[in-house]
């Protein structure tokens, strides 16, 4: 169970091992401009492999029960899937429910913990393999792995690793749980913390904000929705940027090449915008085009 690509690498890896009998996954849903009606990557792979495929809209509905009474399933694998899964479902497999989260449990339990990670400028995080109950990522814990966040490292590069890191930890546990020795660790419901859905609106920042907290908005939301400021009453968006330790009054243009805008606390490397209705570009080109210069503000 599991909709977005991060889910892609352990489902081609379990199916490669084990006799992954369905994929349940997200609705078809439009996407980029032109509103093109697009499947799930997990489905797209899973077709590829033979897989069958469930887009079920409610996990508590009989039909949807039904529907995996029927498949009767050893075990169920979930990441990134989005939905809560009852008891009724949770008891049917003879070796329960697991599911990989992209935290050091009990951190950042919820929907958003790379983005959040990111954001929060944690300089590490990880990835839990939990067997899942009914509550938001309370299950006991089975195997973790930390990963050390590098200053660089936006949420594309993150996912990425997670979805590594989760597919190794997923082999391992399934290959525990067959030959029963897995430990379960409980979670310090005391130390949970939470990572929120992420918004359109968390994205909107100004100048006048912290520079290091600005970079660490554009790095966490690099893939969806991207962070942005509003300039001239337009949504310019931020795709890359770099903190620097110059300091001038705020939103001024410290420099054109590369371009660099003081905020607080230091200033703000931006290498890559997309000006609203337009298309990517460097932010030395945006602010050319502006016909702003060196000591100019934008505000």
Same mark, same amino acid.
């Given at each position: 169970?599991?909709?977005?690509?991060?889910?892609?690498?352990?489902?081609?890896?379990?199916?490669?091992?084990?006799?992954?009998?369905?994929?349940?996954?997200?609705?078809?849903?439009?996407?980029?401009?032109?509103?093109?009606?697009?499947?799930?990557?997990?489905?797209?792979?899973?077709?590829?492999?033979?897989?069958?495929?469930?887009?079920?809209?409610?996990?508590?509905?009989?039909?949807?029960?039904?529907?995996?009474?029927?498949?009767?399933?050893?075990?169920?694998?979930?990441?990134?899937?989005?939905?809560?899964?009852?008891?009724?479902?949770?008891?049917?497999?003879?070796?329960?429910?697991?599911?990989?989260?992209?935290?050091?449990?009990?951190?950042?339990?919820?929907?958003?913990?790379?983005?959040?990670?990111?954001?929060?400028?944690?300089?590490?995080?990880?990835?839990?393999?939990?067997?899942?109950?009914?509550?938001?990522?309370?299950?006991?814990?089975?195997?973790?792995?930390?990963?050390?966040?590098?200053?660089?490292?936006?949420?594309?590069?993150?996912?990425?690793?997670?979805?590594?890191?989760?597919?190794?930890?997923?082999?391992?546990?399934?290959?525990?749980?067959?030959?029963?020795?897995?430990?379960?660790?409980?979670?310090?419901?005391?130390?949970?913390?939470?990572?929120? /859905?992420?918004?359109?609106?968390?994205?909107?920042? $100004?100048?006048? #904000?912290?520079?290091?907290? !600005?970079? %660490? +908005?554009?790095?966490?939301?690099?893939?969806?929705?991207?962070?942005?400021?509003?300039?001239?009453?337009?949504? /310019?968006?931020?795709?890359?940027?770099?903190?620097? $330790?110059?300091? #001038?009054?705020?939103?001024? !243009?410290? %420099? +054109?090449?590369?371009?660099?805008?003081?905020?607080?606390?230091?200033?703000?490397?931006?290498?890559?915008?997309?000006?609203?209705?337009?298309?990517?570009?460097?932010?030395?080109?945006?602010?050319?085009?502006?016909?702003?210069?060196?000591?100019?503000?934008?505000?």
């Amino acid at each position: 169970m599991g909709t977005p690509d991060i889910s892609v690498k352990p489902l081609v890896a379990l199916a490669k091992r084990y006799d992954v009998i369905g994929l349940f996954c997200g609705e078809d849903k439009p996407q980029g401009r032109k509103q093109i009606i697009t499947p799930p990557e997990t489905k797209v792979a899973a077709n590829a492999l033979g897989i069958d495929v469930y887009q079920p809209k409610n996990l508590r509905s009989h039909n949807t029960i039904s529907l995996v009474n029927q498949l009767n399933p050893e075990l169920i694998v979930t990441m990134a899937y989005g939905k809560l899964l009852p008891k009724a479902l949770l008891e049917i497999p003879k070796y329960g429910a697991i599911n990989a989260h992209a935290s050091l449990l009990p951190a950042y339990r919820g929907a958003s913990p790379i983005q959040h990670a990111i954001m929060n400028r944690e300089q590490k995080t990880g990835v839990s393999i939990m067997k899942l109950d009914e509550g938001l990522d309370t299950g006991d814990i089975i195997l973790q792995k930390e990963i050390n966040l590098s200053e660089e490292c936006d949420a594309s590069e993150l996912f990425s690793i997670v979805s590594d890191i989760a597919t190794n930890l997923l082999l391992d546990t399934v290959e525990m749980l067959t030959n029963n020795t897995v430990e379960y660790i409980k979670q310090d419901a005391s130390k949970a913390t939470y990572a929120p /859905i992420i918004t359109k609106d968390m994205g909107e920042f $100004s100048f006048s #904000a912290d520079a290091n907290r !600005i970079v %660490s +908005l554009v790095k966490g939301l690099s893939i969806w929705p991207q962070a942005f400021f509003m300039y001239d009453d337009k949504k /310019i968006k931020v795709l890359k940027a770099s903190f620097s $330790s110059e300091t #001038a009054e705020v939103g001024q !243009i410290i %420099s +054109l090449k590369p371009l660099t805008i003081a905020a607080i606390n230091g200033s703000v490397i931006v290498h890559e915008v997309m000006p609203q209705s337009k298309g990517r570009m460097t932010g030395t080109a945006y602010i050319v085009g502006l016909r702003l210069a060196k000591g100019d503000f934008l505000r």
